[in-house]
């Protein structure tokens, strides 16, 4: 039997049942699973060290910076903190910029979703609004009261940029999708690419301008049913094709 590509799945560092935790949500690495692609949780820690970050990375054949319930820390992008922006975790916000480079200099396949979508911005010099509601002229972005059913059913449109990696996964011009957020991209960072946008104008997808590799990072969870939902089935299809091209691509300098 094939071996199935190796992706790594960034965690969150939670609380559970009195006592700290490195999680991931089953969404994502169901997803990733049902794509052909084998998960693996990445545990994150404040004072992780380059070399720690070198070794979590080298055997992958992809990266996933999922969504969270918790928010880039603000300092990061050199911003006070918000009243809105209660929840934090500087354990994974220091591996995750951190693998942001390390990916995009291995050529790694990097698929970032919601908090992983502002992490690459962040990453790269960018910043964010940590309450979309509150600017003028944008939608309130957060997502619905109700059941899961309800929360991640589409609810806005999407204009997808002509000429980019989504556009190439996806030839619609346009979808409806999910909004669970309440922050979302400022200031764009230079050298990514506007690749999707909401109706009133808030960036919604990215990739990185000059990768070598496959990047990508949406503001909405794909990971949630994808197969029923066209735009996101081709995502995660994508994001499998590009892993697995590396994985054969590893596979055959190391034979």
């Not at 700290?20 to 794509?35: C, E, I, Q």
């Not at 949780?41 to 910076?65: C, F, H, N, S, Y």
Request: glycine share 8%.
């Amino acid at each position: 039997m094939p071996t199935r590509p190796l992706v790594g799945v960034i965690a969150c560092r939670r609380e559970v049942e009195g006592h700290p935790s490195h999680m991931v949500t089953d969404k994502y690495l169901s997803a990733l699973r049902d794509y052909g692609l084998a998960p693996v949780m990445l545990p994150v820690w404040e004072d992780i060290a380059p070399a720690e970050v070198e070794a979590l990375t080298e055997r992958l054949d992809g990266l996933v910076l999922t969504g969270s319930h918790t928010n880039v820390e603000p300092q990061r992008y050199g911003a006070e903190r918000a009243p809105e922006n209660t929840r934090a975790d500087l354990d994974r916000d220091a591996l995750a910029l951190a693998l942001v480079s390390v990916a995009l200099a291995r050529r790694l396949p990097l698929l970032g979703i919601c908090r992983g979508f502002q992490e690459i911005n962040v990453a790269l010099g960018g910043s964010l609004y940590q309450a979309v509601q509150n600017q003028p002229g944008k939608l309130d972005h957060r997502e619905p009261e109700g059941d899961k059913a309800t929360r991640y059913a589409p609810v806005h449109d999407l204009e997808i940029r002509p000429g980019g990696v989504l556009s190439r996964l996806f030839e619609e011009g346009r979808s409806r999708v999910n909004s669970l957020h309440q922050q979302g991209i400022d200031r764009l960072a230079d050298g990514l690419t506007t690749e999707a946008v909401a109706p009133d104008g808030l960036v919604e997808a990215v990739s990185v301008t000059q990768a070598e590799g496959f990047t990508l990072a949406v503001q909405w969870h794909p990971e949630w049913q994808p197969r029923e939902h066209p735009l996101y089935d081709a995502i995660f299809r994508g994001f499998a094709g590009a892993c697995e091209a590396y994985h054969r691509q590893v596979a055959a300098v190391t034979a």
